[in-house]
């Protein structure tokens, strides 16, 4: 789940690089609108589709423009469970 710390930092990276957008970022509804479209991203995850907004496009953010940037590969369940097992027997952090 989403941090919300994390989540407050990156709307605010992308208030300073759109200056135009005029996101309502004070207004606690509009703030919980936008990240229950997020919070089931973990912090990695929306970072990162965050940054590639940033360094990919020219537009002020839309939830279905941000979302399109959500590219960075996932885990398989065989990835997790064996990334799981290697946590368990110390070899993986």
Known sequence: MLNKD????QMELLVG????WGIQKDDPKVMKSWYGF???MDD???TYMIN??????NFN???????KCDTIPRKSKDQIKHEKMLKENGLYQ
């Open 44 to 46: 990695e995850r929306f």
């Open 6 to 9: 994390i989540f407050f930092d």
């Open 38 to 40: 997020f919070k089931h």
């Open 52 to 57: 590639q907004y940033i360094e990919n496009e």
């Open 61 to 67: 953010p839309t939830i279905a423009g941000l979302k």
């Open 17 to 20: 690089m759109y200056p135009s």
